[in-house]
């Protein structure tokens, strides 16, 4: 298949294009950057910043494509702009999107959010409303898009090769004996691995699954179950604060259960482990490491 990946040098993402060429796929990766890639001779690039639709259109031409994965959309302008470009196309674009695009809850299943159905008066800035423009990018596609559409919607992704270092916050605090600040320890949240998370990118499509899907490993974990597994592996107490500073808070602080189903990716033939074992590896990998 000829695929084109915005986007995809990162995390995941890079992850996702390794997979690809594994299969045989023909790649193109676009990129604003030349940032270093191990990709080798295996896929072509292009350097363009996807934010610019002119530039975008002179960069990419007339070309077809079957999968376009879009791994850096935003918001509801860039949205309706890679509609603008890609219109008459593609056969198939996955839009990565995100867990955010709901409100806290306990099994959250795809219909919670509907984004046909989403009104709203202006448009979000990503770095101030991340949620909302979350949520525009979703409906401009469903406005705008000739093509049909997989609106990804990821938890919090983990690995050993997350740059965020989320994940490591909370090792190395503990490690150290540090203070942490949850605001409420047994609220209950979903993960997924890198490595799933590219997975499931390629089953969806592979397998040309549209529409909403939620992406998470199965199950749930409550932040104070991850908390003891950490401290079980490092033979460290939590120390938990009372008083929340920047320093101190988890970035994983929810104060109440957010979490979603993923009945719809699982029972499309795709399996995603237990988020408990999954969460286990990674601590004893991390603490390998550290």
Not at 44 to 66: P, S, V
Not at 137 to 161: H, M, N, T, W
Not at 241 to 269: F, V
Request: hydrophobic share 35%.
């Amino acid at each position: 298949m000829k695929i084109l990946v915005i986007g995809g040098n990162l995390f995941f993402g890079k992850k996702l294009v390794h997979k690809l060429i594994e299969n045989k796929h023909s790649i193109t990766v676009l990129n604003r950057q030349n940032n270093a890639d191990d990709f080798g001779d295996k896929v072509h690039r292009i350097k363009c910043d996807r934010l610019k639709k002119e530039d975008m259109q002179r960069a990419l031409g007339e070309t077809q494509w079957d999968i376009v994965y879009d791994q850096v959309c935003y918001d509801y302008q860039t949205a309706k702009d890679s509609c603008e470009i890609f219109n008459g196309k593609v056969k198939h674009y996955i839009h990565t999107s995100s867990q955010s695009v709901y409100e806290p809850g306990s099994e959250i299943s795809e219909d919670a959010f509907i984004p046909s159905q989403h009104e709203f008066s202006e448009q979000a800035d990503h770095r101030t409303q991340y949620a909302e423009a979350k949520r525009q990018a979703e409906k401009a596609f469903e406005s705008f898009a000739r093509f049909p559409v997989s609106y990804v919607r990821f938890c919090i992704v983990i690995g050993l090769d997350d740059y965020t270092k989320r994940f490591l916050f909370h090792i190395n605090r503990v490690k150290t004996e540090k203070e942490i600040f949850f605001p409420n320890l047994e609220a209950k949240i979903s993960f997924i691995t890198s490595q799933d998370a590219a997975n499931s990118l390629y089953h969806i499509g592979m397998n040309q699954i549209t529409g909403p899907i939620n992406c998470c490993n199965s199950g749930h974990i409550a932040l104070s179950k991850l908390m003891k597994f950490i401290c079980d592996r490092t033979g460290k107490d939590l120390i938990e604060a009372h008083i929340q500073t920047q320093e101190n808070s988890s970035p994983y602080g929810i104060d109440q259960n957010w979490y979603m189903d993923n009945q719809k990716l699982t029972s499309s033939g795709l399996k995603l482990g237990p988020v408990e074992i999954k969460v286990r590896k990674l601590i004893e990998e991390s603490c390998e490491l550290s």
